[in-house]
């Protein structure tokens, strides 16, 4: 089941989600919403709806992980299931690290919540690279392996930014302006 946004906004409260992390989550979410309805617009076969829920419900369990530790995509999956969602917990599970993803065939709404949630940090919408140096400085900058992972992901993060923006009619320098009119 796809979750309405009410829905969304009723499993943040119930799962005491952070202020400053629903926050996150909406902004998030409405870059997800841009760039599902742009590709939409341009042809691409998507559920905006989903990925929107996705985004909204990414960080479900971050609250939780933050106080007791362990991996919040991986909990935030077992949230969705738990509540019949299935069709956005691997979504929810993938925000993190996509386990598969295309850079030149089909578009996934789980690639667009993996590219959103890279270009938000805290609530401000900024590059791929600000958001990988400020992942490298709080998580790996005494550890060269994470470090060294943390790179290769965001150039598979670059690699769906190109695919993405292929079909869009805005550049990805144009998002923090499209979420500011919303």
């Not at 989550?25 to 709806?49: C, F, K, P």
């Not at 900024?126 to 400020?134: G, I, K």
């Not at 400085?137 to 930014?161: A, P, W």
């Amino acid at each position: 089941m796809i979750p309405s946004e009410k829905e969304c906004y009723d499993l943040m409260e119930k799962y005491q989600m952070l202020d400053n992390i629903r926050e996150h989550s909406i902004v998030v979410a409405e870059i997800v919403r841009a760039i599902a309805n742009g590709l939409v617009t341009s042809g691409v076969q998507l559920a905006v709806d989903k990925a929107v829920a996705g985004a909204l419900l990414h960080d479900i369990a971050k609250t939780q992980c933050l106080q007791t530790g362990g991996d919040h995509a991986a909990l935030g999956r077992e949230i969705c299931l738990q509540h019949q969602l299935d069709e956005i917990a691997d979504i929810v599970a993938e925000h993190i690290w996509l386990k598969s993803y295309s850079l030149d065939g089909l578009y996934s709404e789980n690639e667009i919540v993996y590219y959103a949630d890279k270009r938000v940090l805290h609530t401000s919408v900024v590059s791929l690279n600000e958001r990988m140096d400020d992942i490298i400085k709080r998580y790996g900058q005494y550890d060269s392996r994470l470090t060294q992972l943390v790179h290769m992901n965001f150039n598979i993060c670059k690699g769906i930014e190109r695919k993405l923006f292929g079909r869009l009619d805005f550049g990805p320098d144009q998002l923090a302006e499209l979420v500011q009119l919303v």
